[in-house]
Structure formats: structure tokens, C-alpha cells
């Protein structure tokens, strides 16, 4: 068998950007997800969970401690570990399989250690001893080939995993090319052809390849020390691994998203009934909405002297749930979200603290048309250049190291130029260094806690996100703007469609979980009932 194959028929047929996903690739890239596929036990073993330190270790993807079994206050409980594997392998594929799905630009990255971490530099290391080991074996008198053909079996490995089932001839092909037993035998007699098999596993792997590794496959042949090649081609298989990998998930999106209801709905059951307390943060979520309805609902009760305060009051499941949701907006991160919306937990901090932004524009825009509204009314876009000063000085205004204030008098400093540069270009006075100073002061004030404007602004952000919940079909209309929230019209009602679409769908995966807590909540004698019934049943 020769070693350089210019055959065209399966290059095309195996090319990766023109090939169909098979099941061998999508179950490649699975055991590439899934890092604990390999790691149950063939026996169960108790294991003792007491805090939530432990918890966060065995899920290192995140910290949804709710949905193991207990609590931090609850008392020390026993599950095996084929229990516990078993949960953490639904968590993991759950939030997975919704984060591909929803989110368009998900991929997987090849990440090293930092370069002069300890981690990085011990890897170096090692990396330099095994290559400099090869290197001397190779270059010994007879050559010694042992790792030589381990690696060329590894590499054979790798290659018959980038293959679809249809690639038969180039699948016998490697297996004849890369025989390590032949390989073996001709290493006896010092007979192995190492160039010759590292030129036909480049030529392989530049009809595997992605096009974007074409010029990563020109430099392989470019090379021209044996080990040096061996290292680069290693280097070239992780990233095709990666290109892989990614072109499964991009095949695999559309659909996933077209059953992504009923699998987040049926993972989310499994996991609940393997860890019965998964939905205690979302049933103390969904109380303390109850109990903020209610207590509204008092206060407008007290203000008005003819209401009836002995009647039970009616409140309504879809209300409830959507103040829920609303609260998200505010919410603190440093706490454990509710387990039903820990896949969209990134997205919605993100939301958050772009609100955020958008609150502090609205309130210095609110602030200075009432203060100097004379002075900018003919500033040409003078909105846009509020936010485009107001955006790069907010960034990262959520992190606890970020100075608000020092941001806001930033703002406005650069507000007082740009009106003041408008004015003087129209021949008109300037602000004065008293205007000056109250404008920058009010603006300042913003980051004070309960400051007026500042809570105007929110509550009327609140009844936008609240109008918007409300709405059957937001994609058709959008609800009527509260006033002073023009000037981030356009970025706000942008990020309540991304927040009404997360709302909606989860309302879709999660609706019949929500529905037996809201009965619990606020009809438990109802629930009790039927709980009898069906035990009498039974």
C-alpha cells in the first residue's frame, strides 16, 4: 500500500465541512461534553454529602447546591454514588443540551494554562521531557521505535474518529497504512519509513480537516524534523478534535431547539426524582411572590376605607409568576437562583446588568433636560452622545470593585462640555460654574440609595418588563413607552425581547411544575384533597 493516496473520491466524501454528522462523530463529541462518562464505579459507594462546600466541588460547572438532596440545613444524609453520578449526569446534559440550543454563538474553545502559571509551566516541562526523550530514542543506534508507534496508534485512533460510517475505503486505509503490528514487525528489522507514515497521516489529515486548518496542514509539510512534525501533528489533531466537535453541535442545534421542551421538561423529572428537594429554591422563589401579591394587595386594601378586609383575596397564578420573574431583574447573583431557570442564569445577569446601564442613562438624560433642557435642545443627537460617553464608563458597573460615582462624575464632566462646546458654537453663553457644579452634583446623587429619580426610572423600566410579560405575543407590538425612557427606547425594548422570550419558554418547559406549586401555595386545602384521594386510591 502506498503511503501518499491523491484519490479524490474521499476527500470529498470525507472533507469536513461538506460531510453529514454520524452517529460515531455525535457520539464523539458526547464523550468530549460529558468528562464523567467513564467514571462511574462498577459498584456503588455511600457517600457522605454535609456541606454545601463539597457540593460545589461535584458540580464544578456551576453551584446549583439546590438540587442535591438537603440543604445546608438540613441533617447529614447517605445516597450512593451511582445516585448521585446519576443526577449530575442529567444536570450536566440538561444545561447542555439548552445552552446549544438557545444560544447561537455556543462553541468549544481550546483553552490552555496561562503561560506562567504553575500549571502551564509543569506542563511545559513535561511536554519538553517526552519530546526530548523520542528524540533520543530515535536518533540512538539502532533506533529504538517504541513510543514512535504508540503515538502513530494513537494518531490512527484520533483519524478513525473524524470518520462518517460511508468512508469505508479511507477508514481501510488508515488501519492498513497505520498496522501497528506491521509497523512492529518492520521496527525489527529496522525497517520503518517514520517520514513516509507522518507524510501519509498529513496528506489523511488534510482531507479530514476544516478548510480553516489548510494552512496549519501547508506548515506540517513544511516541516522537516521528525519529532518536531510529530509534536505539530498532535498540535493540528486537538484542533481538528475542536472543529469537530463544534460542527456536531452546529448540525445538532436545529434539533435539539425543535424537541427542546418536552427533553428539558423530561431531564428536569429525572432530576427531581432523583433529588426530591429540586425545587425548594423554586418554591421559596414562588412564595415570596405570593406573599409581595398579598401584601400589595393589603396596602391597596387599607387605602381604600369601603373595602371588604374580611374577604379572602383572589389572586392570580399568572400575576404571581410574573412578579417572579420581574424580581430576576433585581436579583442578587452572589445567591443561588431558582433550580428551574439555572440554564439561563448567565443570560439573565447579563440582562440585568445592562438594565443597569440603561437606568443610569435614563436618569442623567431625565436629570439634565430638567436642569440645562434649554441648552440641549438643539445639541444635534445629543442622546446619542449621552450614551456613547455613558456606555464605556459603565462597563462593569455591576462588579463590586466598580466606583459608580467616580463614573457618574465622569459623565458629567464630558455632558458639561458637549452642551457648553454647543453653545459656544452657537454664540450663546455658556453654563455658568454654578450650573456646572449642580448639574454634575445631581448627577452624582444618582448612586445614592433611594434617590428619587432613581427610583422613578426603575419602576417605570418595572411597568415596561411588566406590560411586556402581559403581552399574548410581543413579537407583533411592543407595549407604549413610559415617559423619560425614550432616550434607551431602542436598547430597551431589544433587551425585553430577549427577557420575555427567556420568560416564555421557561413558562413553556416548567409550566406544569409551577402549576403544582401554585396549588400547594394558594389552595392547600384543594391539594390536600386530591393528595387524599390519590392515596386512598392507591
Known amino acids: ?79 450512593t454514588f451511582d445516585e448521585l453520578m446519576a443526577a449530575t449526569r442529567n444536570l450536566s446534559n440538561w444545561t447542555l443540551a439548552h445552552e446549544i440550543a438557545v444560544n447561537a454563538n455556543f462553541c468549544i474553545k ?17 511536554h519538553k521531557a517526552f519530546w526530548d526523550h523520542l528524540e533520543s530514542e530515535l536518533n540512538e543506534d539502532p533506533p529504538e521505535y517504541k513510543h514512535a508507534i504508540k503515538l502513530f496508534e494513537e494518531i490512527k485512533e484520533i483519524l478513525l ?14 488501519c492498513e497504512v497505520l498496522d501497528t503490528d506491521l509497523i512492529r514487525q518492520q521496527a525489527e528489522h529496522n525497517a520503518v519509513d517514520i517520514p513516509g507514515l507522518a507524510n501519509y497521516v498529513i496528506n489523511t489529515m488534510g482531507k479530514l480537516c476544516a478548510p480553516i486548518r489548510d494552512n496549519d496542514i501547508k506548515q506540517l509539510k513544511a516541516t522537516d524534523n521528525i519529532v518536531e512534525l510529530l509534536r505539530q501533528i498532535f498540535r493540528v489533531l486537538d484542533l481538528m478534535k475542536v472543529d469537530m466537535a463544534n460542527y456536531t453541535i452546529k448540525s445538532l442545534r436545529p ?9 428539558e421538561r423530561t431531564k428536569f423529572q429525572e432530576i427531581l426524582e432523583e433529588t426530591p428537594s429540586a425545587l425548594n429554591l423554586t418554591t421559596e422563589w414562588i412564595k415570596e411572590s405570593i406573599e409581595d401579591e398579598l401584601s400589595s394587595i393589603s396596602d391597596e386594601s387599607s387605602s381604600c376605607p369601603g373595602a371588604d378586609s374580611s374577604s379572602k383575596p383572589i389572586i392570580s397564578p399568572t400575576l404571581v ?64 452622545h449621552l450614551k456613547r460617553i455613558s456606555l464605556p464608563l459603565l462597563e462593569g ?11 457618574l462624575n465622569a459623565i458629567g464632566i464630558q455632558i458639561c462640555s458637549i452642551v457648553n462646546k454647543s453653545l459656544s458654537e452657537r454664540g450663546l453663553p455658556t453654563l455658568s460654574e454654578e450650573m ?103
Open 1 to 79: 500500500m502506498p503511503l501518499n493516496d491523491d484519490q479524490s473520491s474521499d476527500s470529498d466524501s470525507s472533507r469536513l465541512s461538506e460531510s453529514t454528522v454520524s452517529s460515531s462523530d455525535t457520539e464523539y463529541s458526547r464523550q468530549s461534553f460529558n468528562s464523567d462518562s467513564s467514571s462511574k464505579p462498577s459498584s456503588p459507594a455511600s457517600v457522605h454529602l454535609l456541606c454545601v462546600e463539597h457540593q460545589q466541588q461535584l458540580y464544578p460547572w456551576g453551584s446549583p447546591c439546590a438540587l442535591l438532596p438537603f440543604r445546608k440545613s438540613s441533617p447529614p444524609k447517605v445516597i
Open 110 to 126: 481550546q483553552e490552555d494554562y496561562p503561560q506562567n502559571s504553575f500549571a502551564g509551566t509543569v506542563k511545559q516541562i513535561v
Open 161 to 174: 474518529s473524524f470518520l462518517t460510517p460511508g468512508a469505508n475505503r479511507i477508514h481501510n486505509q488508515i
Open 255 to 263: 434539533y435539539l431547539w425543535h424537541n427542546l421542551v418536552d427533553y
Open 321 to 384: 409568576l410574573n412578579n417572579g420573574y420581574l424580581k430576576l431583574l433585581q436579583w442578587d447573583y452572589c445567591k443561588t437562583i431558582p433550580e428551574t431557570l439555572i440554564t439561563d442564569e448567565v443570560r439573565l445577569q447579563e440582562l440585568r446588568e445592562k438594565l443597569n446601564q440603561l437606568k443610569v442613562i435614563a436618569c442623567v438624560s431625565l436629570i439634565t433636560n430638567n436642569m440645562v433642557g434649554a441648552a440641549v435642545v438643539d445639541v444635534p443627537d445629543f442622546t446619542d
Open 397 to 407: 458597573m455591576n462588579k463590586k470593585s466598580f466606583d459608580l460615582k467616580e463614573a
Open 436 to 538: 456646572q457644579s449642580n448639574l454634575m452634583g445631581q448627577i452624582a446623587h444618582i448612586v445614592e440609595k433611594n434617590n428619587p429619580v432613581c427610583s422613578l426610572i426603575d419602576k417605570r423600566i418595572q411597568l415596561f418588563m411588566r406590560s411586556l410579560l402581559a403581552l399574548p405575543s410581543f413579537q407583533k407590538c411592543m407595549p407604549t413607552m413610559p415617559g423619560g425612557l425614550s432616550v434607551i427606547q431602542r436598547e430597551i425594548e431589544f433587551l425585553g425581547s430577549q427577557y420575555a422570550s427567556i420568560v416564555n419558554f421557561n413558562k413553556k418547559v416548567y409550566g406544569p411544575f409551577y402549576a403544582n406549586i401554585l396549588r400547594k401555595l394558594l389552595f392547600p386545602e384543594a391539594a390536600m384533597e386530591k393528595t387524599e384521594a390519590e392515596t386512598s386510591s392507591n
